[in-house]
């Protein structure tokens, strides 16, 4: 029952604009489900549970305040104690865990990353990784291959790639970047600072700016999901190149480590109607003659590939 002592781990997503945070029990009886749990606090199985956080705006000392308090929340209504935390993390960090740069969040850039999850994890074994390895590593292992691309598209893009059933390159040789290969030369600017890059292109905020500009409007995630469903010409338009810039991204991929299946996710994609067909479709246009392409197909976890990845990292560490 909540409020007894368990032993959990708990895996952190952090994104651009959220963060989610699964707990989940590793020793004694899995506690009950919370009853009349709030939408962003659940009981999701036995033994399991999970929290979405908004980021409150402000800065990082206010972004790191609210993931405190979202933690201490998360322990109250599971009665867990977490022996080890694992974070996946869309920002670029040092060897001495450090980030350095996160366009996304730029006043988290000079963080020490370790010492705050030391401060908020007393007594906890942590760690932190790539969101997109953790999401390629947990994706590859529900669909059951050993080769798998992965790009998640949400707030930005970002992906990672596993060969022989591990990420490449590898635990502290930096991540791939997929959201940051150039698929559009004369393209628009990314945050990064150049042009053309995956991410300025089809990530959901590039796209519902494209579908504003068509549509004369600011448009909503809602309005561009339902005007996909309503078939109207603007949201078509504004969703088609994104799909054609994932796909050039898969096939350029697929050149160079020939992965089997290429799995695409993160929230954005997870819920437009038919994006992840839109992305197959062009993947398959785009193929050069003879040469096999990955298949595509839309992530086994949805949005939540980074997180449960971030949990199998939390359960290694025990």
Same mark, same amino acid.
């Given at each position: 029952?909540?409020?007894?002592s368990?032993?959990?781990?708990l *895996?952190?997503?952090?994104?651009g604009?959220?963060?989610?945070?699964?707990?989940e029990e590793?020793?004694?009886?899995?506690?009950?489900?919370p009853a009349?749990?709030?939408?962003?606090?659940?009981?999701?199985s036995? +033994?399991a549970?999970?929290r979405?956080?908004t !980021?409150p705006?402000?800065?990082v000392?206010?972004?790191v305040?609210?993931?405190? *308090?979202?933690?201490?929340?998360?322990?109250?209504t599971?009665g867990l104690?977490?022996?080890a #935390?694992?974070v996946a993390?869309? &920002?670029?960090?040092? %060897?001495?865990?450090?980030v350095?740069?996160?366009?996304?969040r730029?006043? !988290?850039?000079?963080?020490?990353?370790?010492?705050? =999850?030391?401060?908020i994890? %007393?007594g906890s074994?942590t760690?932190?990784?790539?969101? &997109?390895d /953790?999401?390629?590593?947990a994706?590859?292992?529900?669909?059951?291959a050993?080769?798998v691309?992965?790009?998640?598209v *949400?707030?930005?893009? &970002?992906?990672g790639?596993?060969l022989?059933?591990?990420?490449?390159?590898g635990?502290?040789?930096g991540?791939?970047e #997929? +959201?940051?290969?150039i698929v559009a030369v004369?393209? %628009?600017? $990314?945050? $990064?600072g150049?042009h053309? $890059?995956?991410?300025?292109?089809?990530?959901?905020?590039a796209?519902?700016?494209?579908?504003g500009a /068509?549509?004369?409007?600011? #448009?909503?995630f809602?309005?561009?999901?339902d005007? @996909?469903?309503?078939?109207?010409?603007?949201?078509h338009?504004a969703?088609r190149?994104?799909?054609?810039?994932?796909a050039?991204?898969?096939v350029?991929?697929g050149?160079?480590?020939?992965?089997?299946?290429a799995? /695409? &996710?993160?929230g954005f994609?997870?819920? =437009? %109607?038919?994006f #992840?067909?839109?992305?197959?479709?062009?993947v398959?246009r =785009?193929?050069?003659?003879?040469?096999?392409?990955?298949?595509?197909?839309?992530?086994?976890?949805?949005?939540?590939s980074?997180?449960?990845?971030?949990?199998? @990292?939390?359960?290694?560490? $025990?």
């Amino acid at each position: 029952m909540p409020g007894q002592s368990g032993v959990g781990v708990l *895996g952190v997503d952090i994104g651009g604009t959220k963060v989610a945070l699964r707990a989940e029990e590793v020793d004694g009886d899995a506690p009950a489900t919370p009853a009349g749990a709030a939408t962003a606090e659940r009981g999701t199985s036995p +033994g399991a549970y999970e929290r979405i956080l908004t !980021w409150p705006g402000g800065g990082v000392e206010a972004d790191v305040a609210a993931l405190a *308090g979202a933690v201490g929340a998360l322990r109250a209504t599971s009665g867990l104690r977490f022996a080890a #935390v694992a974070v996946a993390m869309p &920002g670029t960090t040092d %060897p001495t865990g450090r980030v350095t740069v996160w366009p996304g969040r730029p006043s !988290w850039a000079g963080l020490r990353l370790d010492e705050t =999850l030391r401060r908020i994890f %007393p007594g906890s074994r942590t760690a932190w990784a790539d969101d &997109g390895d /953790l999401a390629a590593l947990a994706e590859a292992r529900h669909v059951g291959a050993d080769d798998v691309v992965y790009l998640g598209v *949400g707030t930005g893009v &970002g992906g990672g790639v596993v060969l022989g059933g591990r990420p490449l390159p590898g635990t502290g040789r930096g991540s791939p970047e #997929v +959201g940051h290969l150039i698929v559009a030369v004369d393209g %628009p600017r $990314c945050d $990064c600072g150049r042009h053309g $890059c995956l991410q300025a292109i089809a990530s959901g905020p590039a796209t519902l700016r494209r579908a504003g500009a /068509l549509r004369g409007a600011e #448009v909503t995630f809602a309005e561009l999901r339902d005007g @996909l469903e309503q078939d109207r010409p603007w949201a078509h338009d504004a969703v088609r190149p994104s799909g054609t810039a994932l796909a050039a991204a898969v096939v350029s991929l697929g050149e160079l480590v020939d992965p089997s299946v290429a799995v /695409l &996710g993160g929230g954005f994609a997870a819920g =437009l %109607p038919g994006f #992840v067909g839109l992305v197959e479709r062009e993947v398959a246009r =785009l193929a050069r003659p003879g040469r096999p392409v990955p298949a595509v197909r839309a992530a086994a976890l949805g949005g939540l590939s980074s997180l449960h990845g971030a949990v199998a @990292l939390a359960r290694n560490l $025990c």
